[in-house]
């Protein structure tokens, strides 16, 4: 059976999952049920850009990262989006691939979130964007 590489983007989320837990931090790939507590993080979507020539694979590779908490660990959100955006900036390299993030490619923003009934939450936005080399 032929082993087949990953791609780009499953590459990518990999890397910033295992990224997250290692930073300690409660990670999933969905919105946990309503049990779990704040803060956590979750993968949201990823977006594969990439293009294929005869000789190399290029393109990027854009994946929205969100931490969630409430109205008083306001800090640990901001640290948290933080921490993902200087982990974006500069050369990345993978078991399968390398990368490349510049800081104007990243963005982040923290939100009040009310979609919740009764209950009030930040919304921290991490949008990840990298140059596969």
Known sequence: MKVIRKS???DVYD???MLSQ?????TYDYLPPDKVKYPFVVMSSVEDNKNNTKTEL????VLTIDCWGTPKQRL???EMVERFFNASVGH????NYSYYGQAQQQSTRILIDTSVPNS????GIVTVELQIQ
């Open 8 to 10: 780009p983007a499953q």
């Open 15 to 17: 890397h910033y999952f």
């Open 22 to 26: 290692k930073l300690g931090y409660d």
């Open 58 to 61: 290029t393109g990027s590779i």
């Open 76 to 78: 640990t959100i901001n």
């Open 92 to 95: 990345i390299n993978t078991e």
């Open 120 to 123: 009030t939450l930040l919304h």
